[in-house]
């Protein structure tokens, strides 16, 4: 009897804990519409959280908010059931894919269902060296806000959202300046995960060709190092061969505007405001998959699909590899004491892609008169076609020991908390010698973009000053895992910095002044004392006519070159510890 009670109180306990798959339908609304139609945002979280309640390998949680108010998720796919990232990174790599950044741009998020679905089924390979996690929809307030003429020039699904989020925000823009709470919550969730390999799902248009997929990595002379070397030579290389084995041909994502790929192309370059570029500065392996529009969706999302396998099976291989090359990857830009902070193209380099394209030819358009391209899908071609994949710095900075920030700039101070900055606060005032930048020149957008009227090509001077720092303010040291990111933020001179990004636009606009009629009799005393200013002063009068003929810009250089002129005005306060 009582063998019988044990057996009885064992099948109820199995039956109890055995997986529910059986109560769901994990038919995604990809496939139930033979490929025309993609999940809304409701269908999206409600299928992985069946799925996470049916197979136990599955975790899903939730992370932040997103400036729709909607929380973002992440979805965590490990055989071991283990859900603790920093016991995984002891002795696996990590593959994070992020879908619907644009959420028009629909095709990871349904081709991540079903490959997660599959796997813990039993109808794919279960990865046993890499655990996956996955955000099922970056840009909720996109995705809510559904329609089907906005992808003007997209083949399908037949209803998608919309590429702005709920500020209008293009999230794919967002990753430095960090505007939004999406931005916010994916660096907690980057900094939780901390993958080995980034993808992010796309699609894109830039001309008509033959291919289905294209792929966008990360460059790799900005990724800098053995690291980089690695991405061009051997994991590029390695997904285009599996992906041509399974009859999927993909090409380099083909960076042109209004003209034919046949002419050649250059690969883009991911500054740290796009996905891939704020991934590297951390040291990830990343690239973006970038389907072709004008393709029908349901191949589309196949080949998405195929490609983020073909990954996975890449990752599996090099496990021990990529665990190798991206450990302590930092320390060697701090050894060699320099830092690129821009790019252009190498033009003594370049690559030759056996590029499958449509003839395209300049016609007159029927509409306006003027010339307009035109492609022949009756014309297929297979050539070879010039891609300039290499790029070379055109400007470095030496890396200082440390940064010093006055704790006032706290929305700065904040981002690098948000990103793992180590910092120590003085406990104390302190006087330092530092390098301190002022902003010798800049150029401002003349229209808005993403929220902001950004800088560029921006130039500092630099001198060496004593400063007494207060009780508070922040000490940053460059020896640590965020090297990159302190300088790409923090270096004026850098693409993406925060000065660029208007974060210390107070600086640039003086507080206190003179007026004209008093300040007359006082620069005239001032001259009269300072005969090397008066020389200097006369002599650029005389060799600068558009000097000599604006009385307020004389006025002007004679306060600023005294101690009435504020030290606030064009200093930038951020401080280098050299």
Same mark, same amino acid.
């Given at each position: 009897m009582k063998k019988l009670f044990l057996a009885l109180v064992f099948l109820n306990f199995s039956c109890n804990n055995a997986p529910k798959q059986n109560d769901y339908n994990f038919e995604t609304v990809f496939e139930s519409s033979s490929g025309t139609q993609t999940a809304t945002y409701a269908q999206v979280i409600k299928y992985w959280s069946d799925l996470a309640e049916a197979y136990s390998e599955i975790h899903i949680q939730e992370i932040g908010e997103t400036d729709s108010g909607y929380p973002l998720h992440l979805v965590t796919l490990n055989p071991d059931k283990n859900f603790d990232f920093e016991q995984i990174r002891k002795?696996?790599?990590?593959?994070?894919?992020?879908?619907?950044?644009?959420?028009?741009?629909?095709?990871?998020?349904?081709?991540?269902?079903?490959?997660?679905?599959?796997?813990?089924?039993?109808?794919?390979?279960?990865?046993?060296?890499?655990?996956?996690?996955?955000?099922?929809?970056?840009?909720?307030?996109?995705?809510?806000?559904?329609?089907?003429?906005?992808?003007?020039?997209?083949?399908?699904?037949?209803?998608?959202?919309?590429?702005?989020?709920?500020?209008?925000?293009?999230?794919?823009?967002?990753?430095?300046?960090?505007?939004?709470?999406?931005?916010?919550?994916?660096?907690?969730?980057?900094?939780?995960?901390?993958?080995?390999?980034?993808?992010?799902?796309?699609?894109?248009?830039?001309?008509?060709?033959?291919?289905?997929?294209?792929?966008?990595?990360?460059?790799?002379?900005?990724?800098?190092?053995?690291?980089?070397?690695?991405?061009?030579?051997?994991?590029?290389?390695?997904?285009?061969?599996?992906?041509?084995?399974?009859?999927?041909?993909?090409?380099?994502?083909?960076?042109?505007?209004?003209?034919?790929?046949?002419?050649?192309?250059?690969?883009?370059?991911?500054?740290?405001?796009?996905?891939?570029?704020?991934?590297?500065?951390?040291?990830?392996?990343?690239?973006?998959? !970038?389907?072709h529009m004008l393709k029908p969706y349901k191949p589309r999302v196949e080949g998405t699909y195929e490609l983020m396998k073909s990954m996975i099976e890449i990752t599996e291989e090099q496990n021990d590899v990529i665990a190798e090359l991206r450990k302590d990857v930092w320390k060697a830009y701090k050894e060699k004491g320099e830092y690129p902070v821009a790019w252009t193209v190498d033009t003594t380099q370049s690559s030759t892609l056996n590029f499958k394209g449509f003839e395209g030819e300049f016609i007159p358009s029927e509409i306006t008169g003027k010339m307009r391209l035109k492609y022949d899908r009756s014309k297929p071609f297979t050539k070879d076609v010039k891609y300039q994949n290499f790029f070379k710095a055109t400007k470095s900075v030496s890396i200082p020991e440390a940064y010093i920030i006055p704790q006032g700039w706290h929305t700065v101070i904040d981002l690098l908390k948000l990103n793992n900055i180590e910092m120590a606060q003085f406990e104390s005032d302190t006087t330092m010698t530092v390098e301190a930048y002022r902003i010798a020149d800049y150029k401002t957008r003349t229209r808005a973009y993403e929220g902001h009227y950004p800088h560029y090509n921006t130039s500092v001077s630099a001198r060496s000053l004593d400063i007494t720092f207060r009780k508070g303010d922040y000490f940053i040291s460059t020896d640590q895992a965020g090297l990159r990111y302190l300088l790409e933020t923090l270096e004026p001179e850098a693409a993406d910095s925060f000065f660029n990004w208007n974060f210390f636009d107070t600086i640039l606009q003086q507080?206190?002044?003179?007026?004209?009629?008093?300040? !007359?009799?006082?620069?005239?005393?001032?001259?009269?004392?300072?005969?090397?200013?008066?020389?200097?002063?006369?002599?650029?009068?005389?060799?600068?006519?558009?000097?000599?003929?604006?009385?307020?810009?004389?006025?002007?250089?004679?306060?600023?070159?005294?101690?009435?002129?504020?030290?606030?005005?064009?200093?930038?306060?951020?401080?280098?510890?050299?």
């Open positions: 002795n696996k790599r990590v593959l994070l894919i992020n879908n619907g950044i644009h959420p028009g741009e629909s095709d990871g998020i349904d081709a991540t269902m079903m490959l997660f679905r599959d796997i813990v089924k039993g109808d794919a390979d279960m990865p046993q060296k890499t655990v996956l996690a996955a955000i099922p929809v970056y840009n909720v307030g996109g995705s809510l806000n559904r329609n089907s003429g906005t992808r003007a020039n997209q083949n399908g699904p037949e209803e998608y959202g919309f590429r702005g989020n709920a500020q209008n925000y293009d999230l794919n823009r967002d990753f430095i300046k960090s505007d939004t709470k999406n931005a916010l919550a994916f660096a907690q969730v980057y900094h939780l995960v901390q993958p080995d390999i980034f993808i992010d799902n796309h699609v894109s248009n830039g001309a008509d060709y033959q291919y289905t997929l294209t792929h966008l990595f990360t460059q790799h002379n900005k990724l800098g190092g053995d690291l980089g070397t690695y991405l061009n030579k051997t994991m590029r290389p390695m997904l285009e061969e599996k992906l041509m084995a399974k009859n999927w041909d993909i090409t380099p994502y083909v960076n042109v505007f209004n003209s034919t790929p046949e002419k050649g192309f250059s690969q883009f370059m991911d500054y740290p405001r796009y996905s891939t570029g704020y991934t590297t500065l951390f040291n990830t392996l990343g690239m973006m998959v !970038e389907t507080k206190e002044g003179f007026s004209p009629y008093v300040f !007359e009799d006082t620069a005239k005393t001032i001259l009269d004392n300072d005969p090397d200013l008066r020389a200097e002063f006369e002599a650029k009068k005389q060799n600068d006519k558009r000097f000599e003929a604006n009385w307020y810009a004389q006025l002007s250089w004679i306060f600023e070159r005294t101690h009435h002129y504020e030290k606030a005005h064009m200093q930038y306060p951020v401080y280098r510890v050299k």
